[in-house]
């Protein structure tokens, strides 16, 4: 076993342990392992150790790593940075998953270009939950407006909400950030759009974020090792 996929295991063990502390069940929280900026070799190590999800943030990267993995014909790619609009057909194209709409001119977008052999693209919603600025996402009071009308959209399934937590947060901050997220995708139901997702929680606060009910953790530095972006 590879250094690369002991580490992949222990953050499968410690989302196990999260899960059983805070009384859920066994398997409801989804590791995405966040591969931007890890050469598509990396990516081979840790999906033969059981990972078929994996988080990208730079689409021209991203391009390449589709190409030279294309015989991975089960992995699930999740866009988890910004789109810029010029990439969107690329990302319509080829992602499953889109973590980080927070516009709507780009879920529409997305919808035109999304192929109609292709299942609906799944989508979250961002969400700016401290009000951070400079940071992507739309406020938290705009959530759930911008969500129904993206569920309006073909081709797309709105699934819930997605946030980066404030970084240096303490741990009543981010109970607070990450409650309000479980908040709005209750709201989200209540008005009529059937969605289940939370994507929230990294290498630093996964356990904090499962605890508030996320079903998805976005997990990079912990499998990986520490990222190099001198190049981006």
Same mark, same amino acid.
């Given at each position: 076993m590879?250094?690369? !996929?002991?580490?992949?295991?222990?953050? $499968?063990?410690?989302?196990?342990?999260?899960?059983?502390?805070?009384?859920?069940?066994?398997?409801?929280?989804?590791?995405?392992?966040?591969?931007?900026?890890f050469?598509?070799?990396?990516?081979?190590?840790?999906?033969?150790?059981?990972?078929?999800?994996f988080?990208?943030?730079?689409?021209?990267?991203?391009? %390449?790593?589709?190409?030279?993995?294309?015989?991975?014909?089960?992995?699930?790619?999740?866009?988890?940075?910004?789109?810029?609009?010029?990439?969107?057909?690329?990302?319509?194209?080829?992602?499953?998953?889109?973590?980080?709409?927070?516009?709507?001119k780009?879920?529409?977008?997305?919808?035109? !270009?999304?192929?109609?052999? +292709?299942?609906?693209?799944?989508? $979250?919603?961002?969400?700016?939950?401290?009000?951070?600025?400079?940071?992507?996402?739309?406020?938290?009071?705009?959530?759930?407006?911008?969500?129904?009308?993206?569920?309006?959209?073909?081709?797309?399934?709105?699934?819930?909400?997605?946030?980066?937590?404030?970084? %240096?947060?303490?741990?009543?901050?981010?109970?607070?950030?990450?409650?309000?997220?479980? !908040?709005?995708?209750?709201?989200?139901?209540?008005?009529?759009?059937?969605?289940?997702?939370?994507?929230? %929680? +990294?290498?630093?606060? +996964?356990?904090?974020?499962?605890?508030? %009910?996320?079903?998805?953790?976005?997990?990079?530095?912990?499998?990986f090792?520490?990222?190099?972006?001198?190049?981006?």
């Amino acid at each position: 076993m590879t250094s690369l !996929q002991q580490n992949y295991r222990e953050v $499968c063990a410690k989302i196990r342990e999260a899960e059983a502390a805070a009384h859920r069940e066994n398997g409801s929280v989804h590791l995405v392992a966040v591969s931007k900026t890890f050469p598509a070799g990396d990516i081979r190590e840790v999906y033969a150790a059981g990972a078929r999800d994996f988080g990208e943030n730079y689409i021209q990267e991203w391009y %390449g790593k589709t190409e030279e993995l294309a015989d991975l014909t089960d992995i699930v790619w999740h866009v988890i940075g910004d789109v810029q609009s010029n990439k969107t057909r690329f990302v319509a194209e080829r992602a499953h998953w889109v973590h980080t709409v927070s516009r709507l001119k780009t879920a529409r977008r997305l919808s035109e !270009q999304r192929p109609s052999e +292709m299942p609906p693209l799944q989508v $979250c919603i961002e969400v700016n939950i401290a009000g951070e600025p400079g940071k992507h996402g739309v406020a938290p009071e705009e959530a759930v407006a911008l969500a129904c009308e993206t569920a309006k959209l073909p081709r797309l399934q709105v699934r819930g909400f997605m946030c980066v937590a404030e970084v %240096g947060a303490g741990a009543e901050a981010l109970h607070n950030q990450f409650t309000r997220m479980r !908040q709005l995708l209750a709201d989200l139901n209540a008005a009529g759009v059937a969605a289940d997702v939370l994507s929230m %929680g +990294m290498s630093a606060d +996964m356990e904090a974020a499962i605890a508030c %009910g996320a079903t998805h953790v976005r997990v990079g530095s912990a499998i990986f090792g520490k990222r190099d972006y001198s190049d981006k």
